[in-house]
């Protein structure tokens, strides 16, 4: 063992280099560094086997391709494996006639890659008994077969007998192909072979994904699985085919052990049919935007990396202070199946909540390992993308964020820790920002010159080009998904956005048009028909740029139609539809994820930014979502004034209140019409005292001192006055922080709670201080002569007061408030205050009692309540101050809150009373 | 009564303390930030401009010691102690002898490269912070004025020494002394980035790009504009630092965690490292990632005519491998020495003698994963005796003047007490050089993934775990 660079520079030395370090290395002594020898994942366990053809006879002896059902199956039980995986089935067992499928489009017949269309790859799997065939059980395997697994449909036919038991028939779309030229042929499985469920692919450590989805392009569906051996030396290519390599098997037939290469899989191999991976750590990563070779980042922008994005080739916008990983996980190790394991591997499995006993949080009754090995379930744990339709019945199998993690690091910083986790999906986030772009929209209405539809990006300046584009990236669209188990909750999504044609064919049923009818609408002799460049080519320089093509005006739709029509196509008609894309990987840990409150608690929060579907409407059609997305009831499609296409989140409608987010306007405009209204009524009636006493001065009443507010009063008053203000200050900052945004969120949330509990136990104290002490008496109106000198004090206020007349009733110790106030106190009191601590305290309890709150309306309710109710003690404040100012002097009412004493009129019956008391 | 009429303010204030205490008493704090780096970095006061208090002639070094000494009475005397001086440590335990060794260091060790001093003092001493050596044994430790105040303090641009430590030849004295501040980064780098012959050849990680550093060469020099003695802390000139090529263990070392709290990451799972693998793995992926090191050296071709090469070959010291951008050899150590080769002991009985062994191991929780630059030579050795043989080189009659050994390693035997049989040949020594300084900032610290998982540079089973702690758990489930 020895220096790796050592030995690098030795061999790009001199022969006398040589010499001397053959010396100096050729003693050893153990240093800490690896060698090529030592690493590697392979299985130390996994037996050298041989490789046997369908027949079961040794593929060097018979030449045949190989059969992974027979050579693999000598000890794990293959039968079992292929029908236990949805990566082999694709949606075949659940196959129903056109239009019976959860997605709601009149011609899908499965709810997988076969049968569930997709506007991404276009082309349609014919079902029996259509008009027209498009793709054939054949060709869908040759033009899909990059993400096909093999087995189910690749060996299948839909009644469930094998494909090589068919009869060659060219009216049956399981027996057909459709050549180049329209001529539809009968295919022979037979002579084709089928692909059975291909081990290698993710088993081995070198699989030739190339070289087999060569071979399923070609038709030649039964070496597929022997073309994935190409780059492993036990097979080669020759003019005639392939031939075995004689030199990696043993003479009795077995692989020597040095070409026996199997492993779990690993990312890399997961990353052949779903998207970009890169393990390299030396080598920057690099990608092509919007490459639908990598369908999971062409879709969302994840890539499965290590690698920091600062150090990676790819030239995202201000990379340099990204200085994290692409995806946390893989930088930690992890591997894609420590996630999507088998579902009875012994090692993860689990039960499903649904049947498990609530007191039971493991269980380790576990499947014996040599019985996994022998049949290990092939279906594998998986979460509830929306994208994803196939085995909906394994939905949600997977660990979750919360299986590994807790959320006890959000506690030091993030109030309502429990709320958070309720209504956010971690991803909401911890998936921030995609750096790679991904597809935004795809347009088939249109076809480029290369006869294939008009796709847009987000995220990048071009699509096409990998290293010297700028990438920008794009922020996902956070949507309500319905959970599995019944909950809901934001996650960060794609929308892609798809046009296309649709026809009714001869039989009335309802299609997407065939590529090649649309082909052939659009092209006369391998160029645009000038019928339609006469319509398009706007500038009529001969080719159609981004501007052109596109269906912006009815007389564009209706000679594409009219050309499609004469296809024989009936009615056509333009569709367009929304695939959300869930958006689960590429986490950032901790000081990457969204921390700032106001990217949620704000107006301007990016949950309520509109995404950008295209930049105008195809046809006129507005798109609508797939049925089959868990995100049905999050917004609505809207076209900006500039004819773009968004994608409104409708979060307040899907009953989602975020505090300085949502508000009710109404309530908003009569608080603050009451507030100003009051305020305008005091400064008019306080400018008509002044005038008039001004005009008409008057002699000073004679007072006399009186102690009216003894200290607890005066303590509970001027506590509970601060106490409100600051409520009502930070009530405003928390209502909304668009306005007052220099204040931190999160602390004034704080400071509004600890204010309202000193508020709650300022109140407890002083009601229990006025109950014992009788003083509660005083708040509460007398029936006897209530109305009388109600009257009295309204008219002092509306008229005597500007004469400078007395006080019609006199304030003493007992009877400290008129009839007025005593009706305002008691409202406020017992009416405003207690419903402002109901509400207030059931909306800080949506964390500890969320059930509570939602009996009573829930946030939706309670906040606006609790908005309308702080309006109204704002303008209590307002004529509560100024009333004080009506005293003999100004200040007098409230120098007397402030020592006690106050000086009070001397009324004439003041002795008069005395006596009577 | 008059008093009474201010009670309310009292009353108010004690309304704004209900509210306030409360508020300020639980208000959510954020965990306590790692304590502040800058605490431990030294404040450099403007250093007193020397130009018109030093006034020459001087007709030597020791002359403008004796200037110095004037006023710093006592700073001859603090360095005079310290190993700047004596190239010599105080008796010291070494690893792998018996008895207590009287001192080791530059005088009486033998490295990897131009392996030993002593002999050699023409050359060698050009990096002693002294005056005045002559050949073996004639230079006085006791003369004060014979320490080089001018090697450490003045502009380098104007002085430099020469021959057996004395100013090289047409130095202007009084302008080096008027001239004298802090010791910067370039008197240092003097001798510390020039060990062993040139740039970067010795340490791999102290070479001349110092002076001018990115902030992706060194994160301290580069961003933050540090000195060495920022983190070589200095009193009475005794510098702190060690280095495993002379010290057989750790007292007066510097370290990360002067300034850094150890548990400053962010993540918890990399401060979960931090008791089993030492700052510098992650933070010095790499080095000599500007100018080359040396990796080998063969003296056996020393003497040979062969087409000369500054990287490959010269015909006085025999042939090299340089290479830049060296990952890193990672062994465990505990900042002490298993072993250290003293002039006489025998050569490893098999394969390379291995001068200085650091020591530390996975069942020793003070030792930590450490990156070295593991140096391999080929160096003479007396074939009867079996003891390496410190040939004399640029010492008069020495190798570089003759390019004969048998005379070279007599002569340099002498010259170190050993006997020479007159029997020699050339054998595999290894030097490690513990890989501290050029520390990256963390964007280009290593990833979980340079160590962990199928493409890591770790050799885990070499370093005595079962495999990847990742699947196969730390050094706690080694046990």
Redesign the interface.
């Known amino acids: ?1 020895r ?4 030995v690098r ?2 061999s790009s ?2 022969l ?2 040589l010499a ?2 053959a ?2 290395l050729g ?9 090529a020898e ?4 392979l299985s130390p366990l996994h037996p050298v086997f041989a490789l046997l053809d369908a027949e079961g006879r040794n593929v060097l002896e018979s030449g045949a391709p190989v059969s992974t059902m027979q050579t693999c199956g000598v000890c794990h039980n293959t039968g079992f494996i292929a029908s236990h995986s949805f990566h082999a089935d694709l949606g075949l067992s659940s196959m129903t006639a056109p239009g019976q499928t959860a997605s709601g489009r009149a011609w899908d017949t499965s709810n997988g890659l076969f049968g569930r269309w997709d506007p991404l790859t276009y082309r349609y799997l014919t079902p029996a008994g259509d008009e027209r065939l498009d793709l054939s059980t054949a060709e869908w395997l040759q033009v899909l077969g990059a993400r096909v697994a093999g087995g189910g449909p690749a060996t299948t036919s839909r009644n469930g007998a094998p494909l090589t038991s068919l009869t060659p028939d060219a009216t049956n779309p399981e027996t057909a192909l459709l050549a180049a030229d329209g001529i539809v042929a009968a295919w022979d499985w037979k002579r084709s072979g089928v692909a059975e469920m291909d081990c290698f692919l993710c088993h081995l450590d070198q699989p030739d994904h190339a070289a087999r989805t060569a071979a399923l392009a070609a038709g030649d569906f039964g070496w597929a699985n022997t073309a994935t051996l190409a780059a492993t030396g036990i097979v080669t290519a020759s003019a005639s085919g392939w031939v075995w390599n004689p030199q990696a098997f043993a003479p009795d037939g077995a692989l020597l052990p040095a070409y026996v290469r199997v492993q779990d899989p ?1 990312n890399a191999n997961c990353a052949q049919c779903h998207g970009l991976v890169h ?4 080598t920057p990563l690099t990608l092509a935007g919007c490459d639908l070779a990598d369908p999971q980042t062409a879709t969302t922008g994840q890539v499965i990396s ?3 994005i ?1 150090a990676s080739g790819v030239n995202v916008a201000g990379k340099d202070a990204l ?1 994290r ?1 692409w995806d946390i996980h893989a ?3 992890l591997a894609c199946t420590d996630c999507h394991y088998s579902l009875n591997n012994p090692i993860h499995a689990q039960e499903s909540d649904a049947t498990r006993p609530s007191h039971l949080v493991y269980d380790p009754r576990r499947l014996d390992l040599g019985a996994y090995l022998e049949r290990p379930d092939h279906n594998l744990a998986r979460g509830q993308s929306a994208q994803y339709t196939v085995a909906p019945e394994f939905k949600g199998t997977m660990r979750r964020c919360e299986s590994c993690h807790t959320a006890e690091s959000h506690n ?2 993030l ?1 309502y820790v429990d709320r958070h986790m309720a209504v956010l999906s971690c991803e909401s986030c911890h998936v921030p920002h995609l750096y790679a772009p991904a597809i935004e929209s795809v347009d088939w209405t249109v076809l480029n010159a290369a006869g294939r539809s008009v796709v847009s990006c987000r995220g990048a300046e071009t699509p096409t080009s990998g290293v010297d584009t700028l990438i920008e990236g794009f922020t996902p669209v956070l949507l309500l998904r319905d959970n599995i188990d019944g909950g809901q909750q934001l996650a960060p999504y794609n929308l892609i956005s798809a046009w296309y044609w649709i026809y009714d064919d001869a039989n009335g049923a309802t299609r997407p048009a065939p590529l090649a009818d649309l082909q052939a609408a659009w092209f006369e002799n391998g160029v645009y028909a000038p019928e339609l460049m006469a319509i398009f080519d706007a500038d009529g320089n001969g080719a159609l740029d981004a501007t052109e093509l596109r269906l912006d005006s009815d007389v564009k739709t209706a000679a594409v139609a009219t050309r499609l029509a004469a296809q024989g196509l009936g009615n056509p008609r333009i569709a367009g539809e929304i695939q959300p894309y869930s958006i689960n990987h590429n986490v950032a ?3 990457w994820a969204t921390r700032d409150c106001q990217t949620c608690h704000h107006d301007d929060a990016a949950l309520s930014q509109p995404l950008h579907l295209a930049g105008f409407l195809p046809g006129g059609v507005v798109p609508t979502l797939v049925n089959d997305a868990n995100v049905g009831s999050s917004g609505s499609v809207q076209q900006g004034e500039d004819g773009a296409v968004y994608f409104q989140p409708g979060l307040a409608e899907a009953g989602v209140y975020i505090f300085g987010r949502n508000r009710i306007a109404w309530v908003d405009w009569l608080g603050l019409a009451l507030f100003f209204g009051v305020l305008a009524a005091v400064s008019l009636h306080a400018g008509l005292r002044a005038f008039m006493a001004w005009r008409h001065p008057r002699p000073k009443p004679e007072l006399h001192p009186v102690y009216m507010y003894d ?1 607890y009063e ?2 509970w008053h ?2 509970q006055t ?2 409100i203000i ?1 409520l009502i200050f930070t009530g405003l900052v928390i209502h909304r922080p668009d306005v007052l945004g220099m204040f931190s969120f ?2 004034m949330v ?2 509004h709670n ?2 309202a ?2 508020l709650l136990v300022n109140a407890a104290l002083s009601l229990f201080y006025h109950l014992t002490s009788g003083a509660i008496q005083q708040f509460i109106p007398r029936p006897y002569g209530f109305f009388d000198q109600a009257i009295l004090q309204t008219k002092y206020y509306l008229y005597h007061i500007f004469k400078g007349g007395p006080h019609p009733l006199e304030k003493t110790r007992t009877q400290k408030l008129n009839p007025l106030q005593q009706v305002t106190y008691f409202g406020l009191l017992n009416v405003l205050l207690p419903l402002q601590i109901i509400t207030g305290g059931l909306m800080w309890g949506v964390q500890q009692w969320p059930q509570v709150a939602q009996m009573l309306g829930g946030l939706p309710l309670l906040a606006p309540v609790h908005t309308l109710v702080a309006w109204l003690f704002a303008t209590f404040i307002v004529a509560h101050v100024y009333l004080t100012t009506t005293g003999p002097t100004v200040l007098t009412d409230i120098k007397a809150m ?3 004493w106050e000086d009070v009129e001397v009324h004439p019956h003041i002795e008069e009373r005395a006596e009577h008391v | 009564m008059n008093l009474k ?1 201010y ?2 303010i009292l ?2 204030l ?3 303390l ?2 306030a205490v ?2 300020v008493f ?3 704090r ?2 306590p930030t790692s304590a502040d780096p800058w605490v431990n970095v030294p404040e450099h006061a403007a250093h007193t401009n020397h130009t018109d208090i030093v006034q020459g002639p001087f007709a030597s070094g020791q002359e403008v010691t004796q200037r110095c000494l004037a006023c710093h009475e006592h700073a001859a005397e603090g360095l005079m102690h310290t190993v700047h001086w004596t190239w010599e440590s105080e008796p010291v335990a070494v690893p792998g002898h018996e008895d207590v060794v009287m001192g080791i260091g530059k005088t009486n060790l033998i490295n990897n490269f131009c392996i030993a001093a002593t002999g050699n003092e023409r050359t060698c001493m050009t990096c002693h912070a002294g005056y005045g050596w002559g050949e073996e044994g004639a230079f006085n430790f006791e003369n004060d004025l014979n320490v080089d105040c001018l090697a450490c303090h003045a502009d380098t641009a104007l002085y430099a020494k020469g021959e057996y430590g004395n100013p090289a030849e047409g130095v202007d004295l009084v302008a080096a002394a008027q001239s004298v501040r802090n010791p910067g980064r370039d008197n240092c780098g003097k001798c510390h980035f020039d060990g062993g012959g040139g740039n970067n050849v010795k340490h791999g990680d102290l070479d001349e790009s110092l002076l001018f550093p990115s902030e992706n060469l060194d994160v301290h020099m580069g961003r933050y504009d540090f000195l060495c003695t920022d983190c070589h802390k200095t009193n009475d000139h005794l510098i702190t630092g060690r280095m495993l090529s002379v010290s057989v263990d750790d007292e007066h070392q510097v370290a990360c965690t002067d300034c850094h709290n150890a548990d400053l990451h ?2 918890e ?1 990399i401060n979960a490292h931090v008791a089993t693998v030492a700052c510098q793995t992650c933070h010095i992926p790499a080095i000599a990632t500007k100018n080359p090191t040396k ?2 050296w ?1 003296w056996s ?1 020393a003497g040979q005519d ?1 087409p000369e090469d500054h990287y ?2 010269l015909k006085i010291k025999g ?1 090299f ?1 340089y ?1 830049k ?3 890193p ?3 465990w150590y505990d900042g002490g020495a298993a072993y250290r080769y003293l002039m006489g002991d025998p050569l490893a009985a ?3 003698t ?1 001068l200085n062994p650091p020591s530390g191991a996975i069942d020793e929780p003070k030792a930590r ?1 450490f990156p070295f630059k ?1 140096h ?1 030579a ?1 160096q003479p050795y007396d074939t009867v005796n079996n003891y390496l043989l410190p040939p004399l080189t640029a010492g008069e009659g020495g190798l570089w003047q003759t390019f004969d050994w048998p005379s070279a390693l007599e002569l340099g035997a002498e010259a170190n007490g050993l006997d020479f049989s007159g029997e020699f040949d050339f054998a ?1 020594t ?1 030097m490690y050089w513990p890989t501290t300084h050029m520390v990256q900032p ?2 280009n610290a290593l ?4 160590c ?12 005595g775990y079962p495999g990847d702690p ?1 699947e196969w758990g730390g050094r706690d489930a080694v046990q």
């Open positions: 063992m220096g790796q660079p050592f520079l030795v030395g001199l006398l280099m001397l370090a010396v100096l003693s050893g002594q153990a240093t800490a560094q690896s060698t030592t690493a590697g994942p690993t393990t390299d750590a030396a290590g690698q920091k600062s200085n990983a930088e930690r190790q030091s910083w109030p840990r901790g000081a200290a005066r303590f001027w506590l601060i106490a600051l999160r602390y704080w400071l600890m204010l509990l000193i402030l020592t006690g | 009429r009670l309310w009353g108010l004690g309304v704004i209900v509210i409360p508020v639980f208000w959510p954020t965990a962010q993540d799972r990796l080998t063969d071709t062969l490959t070959f042939n491998l290479d951008d060296v990952q050899e990672y062994l098999a394969g390379p291995l994963i593991i391999r080929k595999e290894w963390k964007e990833q979980c993934e340079s962990h998982g199928k493409n890591g540079v770790m050799d885990w089973e070499a370093l990742i």
